[in-house]
T-cell receptor
Framework: NAGVTQTPKFQVLKTGQSMTLQCAQDMNHEYMSWYRQDPGMGLRLIHYSVGAGITDQGEVPNGYNVSRSTTEDFPLRLLSAAPSQTSVYFC????????????FGQGTRLTVV | GQQLNQSPQSMFIQEGEDVSMNCTSSSIFNTWLWYKQDPGEGPVLLIALYKAGELTSNGRLTAQFGITRKDSFLNISASIPSDVGIYFCAGQNRDDKIIFGKGTRLHILP
């Protein structure tokens, strides 16, 4: 019973590099989302998807792209990493748009130098 | 945009004490959620509240959805060492957007 799986758990990037954070869920949830967590800032929504083929922007989308080609996977792409993107990233999934029964992954700790 | 003010930011308590934390906003929310995050882990849902005035318990945890729909509190009774962590409130507004508070970090003194 994997739930929400995020990879990698840790990553260091140089400024300007690109990378993809992976998120997969095995619960057949329609709704998936990406958050970033910064000290003293709580969780802020980056992008979300209400189903395969549908994505939308959250509160802090700049510098990130997403796609949802399957129900299971929701990768987050950093196009050109910046130090301001140093953060812990969480992927979450739930049956519907609300987070009432959301399951979070363990997080990816990203450092951009 | 909408903001949630969560307080206190951190708490240091003795094992066995009761804990109370709250979230307030100038905006109305339709759902209030309380999460706990352990170090190195993602948040885990503790309690979800769907109606103004609702009082819900989950073991030693009790949470209430404020009558004005602009606030919520979480109480933990008889704290134990495994209660240590960061507690987040989150509100869902009428546009289905989820806003998170900045968290309350709970420390338990030996």
């Amino acid at each position: 019973n994997a739930g929400v799986t995020q990879t990698p758990k840790f990553q260091v990037l140089k400024t300007g590099q690109s990378m993809t954070l992976q998120c997969a869920q095995d619960m057949n949830h329609e709704y998936m989302s990406w958050y970033r967590q910064d000290p003293g800032m709580g969780l802020r929504l980056i992008h979300y998807s209400v189903g395969a083929g549908i994505t939308d922007q959250g509160e802090v989308p700049n510098g990130y792209n997403v796609s949802r080609s399957t129900t299971e996977d929701f990768p987050l792409r950093l196009l050109s990493a910046a130090p301001s993107q140093t953060s812990v990233y969480f992927c979450a999934s739930s049956e519907d748009r609300g987070l009432t029964e959301a399951f979070f992954g363990q997080g990816t700790r990203l450092t951009v130098v | 945009g909408q903001q949630l003010n969560q307080s206190p930011q951190s708490m240091f308590i003795q094992e066995g004490e009761d804990v109370s934390m709250n979230c307030t906003s100038s905006s109305i929310f339709n759902t209030w959620l309380w999460y706990k995050q352990d170090p190195g882990e993602g948040p885990v849902l503790l309690i979800a509240l769907y109606k103004a005035g609702e009082l819900t318990s989950n073991g030693r945890l009790t949470a209430q959805f404020g009558i004005t729909r602009k606030d919520s509190f979480l109480n933990i009774s008889a704290s134990i060492p495994s209660d240590v962590g960061i507690y987040f409130c989150a509100g869902q507004n009428r546009d289905d957007k989820i806003i998170f508070g900045k968290g309350t970090r709970l420390h338990i003194l030996p």
